[in-house]
């Protein structure tokens, strides 16, 4: 069973520093990553979805995935207070979007 | 762009009620989720329904009923609430519920049974 652990647990950055998450996965063959933003007491807010090894930028958000290593990162740059929140990354393999599992977040702090 | 509205955000119950958690999108979207977010868990899925009238079980489903009413709406029912249960119930919804389909959340309702 597909098993998502992100790091660290928490994290605290100045603002404009940049921040880098960390997530792990145990299927190599899963091809489906993305990245969701929850700030405290919201719904989840999709920040960039990646489904080939390499890099993709949404805004000043960058996932990075690299299969062969079971990683997928997420890089944000000059980050703002307003990005403090807790980050949740969900893996899925292909085929069925249903099948996401997601691992238990980052809490992000920015300080200003 | 769209919504999802959840109702009620907030949810107080009794060990062993009933409770019943509703979710409306107006993306026109067919797939439909529940999700069970619990303080240091990733998200759990309950169920998800690819179309009205269709309902799959997730990872957490015992305990728990569904109902996709119509294409827009999907309704959560807790069958018998567990004493001092606390989590959010999240809501999304994708387009087909292909790979490759973003799932969209709604706020979330927060449960406390006492």
């Known amino acids: 069973q597909q098993k998502v652990q992100q790091s660290p647990e928490s994290l605290t950055v100045s603002e404009g520093a940049m921040a880098s998450l960390n997530c792990t996965f145990s299927?190599?063959?899963?091809?489906?990553f993305r990245w969701y933003r929850q700030h405290s007491g919201k719904g989840l807010e999709v920040l960039v979805s990646?489904?080939?090894?390499g890099e993709k930028e949404e805004g000043s958000f960058t996932a990075h995935l690299n299969r062969a290593s079971l990683h997928v990162f997420l890089h944000i740059r000059e980050p703002q207070p307003s990005d403090s929140a807790l980050y949740l990354c969900?893996?899925?393999?292909?085929?069925?979007?249903?099948?996401?599992?997601f691992g238990k977040g980052t809490k992000l702090s920015v300080k200003s | 762009g769209g919504i999802i509205t959840q109702t009620p955000k907030f949810l107080i119950g009794q060990e062993g009620q009933k409770l019943t958690l509703k979710c409306q999108q107006n993306?026109?979207?067919?797939?439909m989720y529940w999700y069970r977010q619990d303080s240091g868990k990733g998200l759990r899925l309950i169920y998800y329904?690819?179309?009205?009238?269709?309902?799959q079980k997730g990872d957490l489903s015992e305990g728990y009923d569904a109902s996709r009413e119509k294409k827009s709406s999907f309704s959560l029912t807790v069958t018998s609430a567990q004493k001092n249960e606390m989590a959010v119930f999240l809501c999304?919804?994708?387009?087909?519920?292909?790979?490759?389909?973003?799932?969209?959340f709604g706020p979330g309702t927060r449960l406390l049974v006492l």
């Open positions: 999304a919804s994708s387009i087909l519920g292909g790979d490759q389909d973003t799932q969209y």
């Open positions: 299927d190599r063959s899963s091809d489906n």
């Open positions: 990646i489904f080939s090894d």
């Open positions: 969900a893996v899925s393999p292909g085929g069925s979007n249903a099948k996401l599992t």
């Open positions: 993306f026109n979207h067919d797939t």
């Open positions: 329904s690819i179309t009205e009238n269709d309902l």
